[in-house]
């Protein structure tokens, strides 16, 4: 498992790296930004890096440092690749800053100074923004304390399979949520999956029936009338998902075992 880990200007991604490292065993890559230090797991290029972990995907690493969409699309679409955005308030970003400055006997930066530094970088050709769009994982870092932070950490399960490769209830309810977004019911979106032995049957979404105009261009009254929750449902038009997809699949395909996975 390879965890890349991106934010804003003092986000936490070194103390979630660390906690990773610490306390789940997980070792620490990086890139080099200019001449190659003599350390070890330190890379020219981050291509060398992706080979380095390709031949040794079952071992756990973390590159803490990934700050631009090229290394982001380099990795993206490897299945032993996650990508966690770090975020925290501008304010708790500010006060870990000054304190970063005192340790390096720098001057304190004034938090106009501040924002427009995190601005450049955020909204900059680096894109920040992007990089967190990305991400699979979002961890909101607003805790002072690094105890409090791992603690939090270990309650996410950061290294769960399931991260890389949703489990087989995880993947239907998706294709039912996908299905979801084809529904035209002014009311609500839902969407279903029929599942038999691991292999989808049919799927279906609510909305008015086939060969009807549809809900969302005044299809069913009863819907397009804005009436409250439960009136008047028996002049309601609509069918609901699971309908649409017991239709679509017919008796002869729905067997002893079959799933039916819904998003209501």
Same mark, same amino acid.
């Given at each position: ?8 200007? %003092? ?11 610490? *306390? ?8 080099? =930004? ?10 020219? &290029?981050? #291509?060398?890096?992706? #080979? ?13 440092? !990934? ?10 679409? *490897? ?16 006060? =870990? ?9 720098? $001057? ?10 995190? $601005? ?11 990089? !967190?769009? =990305? #991400? ?6 607003? +805790? ?6 791992? +603690?939090?950490?270990?309650? !996410? ?34 969407? %279903?999956?029929?599942?038999?032995? *691991? ?7 609510? /909305? &008015?029936?086939? /060969?009807? &105009?549809? %809900? ?18 028996? &002049? %309601?038009?609509?069918? *609901? ?6 239709? $679509?699949?017919?008796? $002869? ?12």
């Amino acid at each position: 498992m390879l965890i890349g880990i991106c934010g804003g200007i %003092c986000s936490g991604k070194k103390a979630v790296a660390s906690y990773l490292i610490e *306390h789940q065993g997980f070792t620490n890559l990086t890139v080099t =930004r200019g001449p190659l230090p003599p350390l070890e797991n330190c890379f020219k &290029t981050l #291509a060398e890096l992706l #080979a380095f972990v390709m031949t040794r995907w079952r071992s756990n690493f973390v590159i803490w440092d !990934i700050d631009n969409m090229t290394e982001v699309n380099m990795l993206i679409d *490897h299945p032993f690749f996650l990508l966690v955005g770090v975020e925290a308030p501008v304010s708790e970003r500010f006060k =870990r800053y000054n304190f970063r400055q005192k340790q390096y006997r720098k $001057e304190p930066a004034s938090l106009e100074a501040f924002v427009e530094l995190d $601005e450049s970088m955020f909204y900059g050709p680096s894109g920040t923004v992007n990089l !967190i769009e =990305r #991400a699979a994982l979002r961890v909101m870092n607003s +805790i002072d304390s690094l105890e409090a932070l791992r +603690i939090a950490l270990s309650g !996410i399960k950061l290294m769960s399979e399931s991260r890389l490769r949703p489990d087989w209830d995880q993947y239907f309810m998706q294709l039912a949520s996908l299905a979801a977004k084809r529904s035209n019911c002014m009311k609500r979106r839902v969407g %279903c999956v029929l599942v038999r032995e *691991h292999r989808v049957i049919s799927t279906g979404y609510n /909305g &008015t029936p086939r /060969g009807f &105009t549809n %809900c969302n261009e005044g299809g069913c009254p009863r819907c397009n009338a804005g009436l409250e929750s439960g009136a008047d449902l028996a &002049t %309601c038009l609509c069918i *609901h998902a699971e309908e649409n997809a017991l239709l $679509e699949a017919g008796r $002869e395909r729905i067997g002893e075992g079959t799933v039916l996975y819904c998003d209501t």
